[in-house]
């Protein structure tokens, strides 16, 4: 089985691209990119070079992932998210300082949620949209606002967890 590629898509020859991956129309996959088996690019998405993304993971469309962030599988990211690998922008900065940011396992960044560079998502997390994040997010958390603060917890579904079930979300089957 091979990947998908749009015609009006540019992925490098030099990219790593795992069977069943579609990507759409008008992305750019840099030289050095991983991009997992099963994946959704939609429209619009660039990554770059020293940018992973791991298995089965959706990427919607306006989205950049930059050197340095990796998504790990099943992560869905909402259109238009933001993520920064430099804390201290400035054009043609000598020396700069690309900064690891990591989202686990099963985690969400909903549409429009910007995510500082160095930090840590934790599994099955959901960024809520528009949050902006600047300090790392515990496994199963549900942040929201800006800057993003605790609101709750959610399971592996997404959705918020009862009161009796929040200091300890059980793993769900999945089928």
């Known amino acids: 089985m091979k990947c998908f590629k749009h015609k009006n898509a540019i992925v490098s020859a030099k990219a790593a691209v795992g069977d069943g991956t579609r990507i759409w ?3 750019n996959i840099q030289p050095g990119a991983k991009v997992g088996r099963e994946c959704n690019i939609c429209d619009c998405v660039f990554v770059e070079s ?3 993304i791991n298995d089965r ?5 306006g989205v950049a992932v930059y050197d340095g962030v990796t998504l790990e599988d099943d992560v869905f990211v909402g259109p238009n998210a933001t993520f920064i690998n430099d804390r201290y922008p400035r054009s043609r900065k000598a020396g700069w300082k690309k900064e690891r940011t990591v989202i686990r396992k099963g985690a969400t960044v909903g549409a429009n949620a910007t995510i500082l560079c160095g930090l840590t998502i934790g599994e099955y997390a959901l960024v809520a949209a528009g949050a902006v994040v600047v300090r790392d997010v515990p496994p199963h958390a549900l942040v929201v606002g800006n800057p993003a603060r605790l609101a709750g917890w959610v399971g592996h579904d997404g959705k918020p967890l009862k009161k009796k ?3 300890n979300p059980k793993p769900e089957t999945r089928n």
């Open 165 to 167: 079930e929040t200091r």
């Open 25 to 27: 129309a008008f992305c």
């Open 57 to 61: 993971v959706t990427v919607k469309n």
């Open 50 to 52: 020293g940018a992973v």
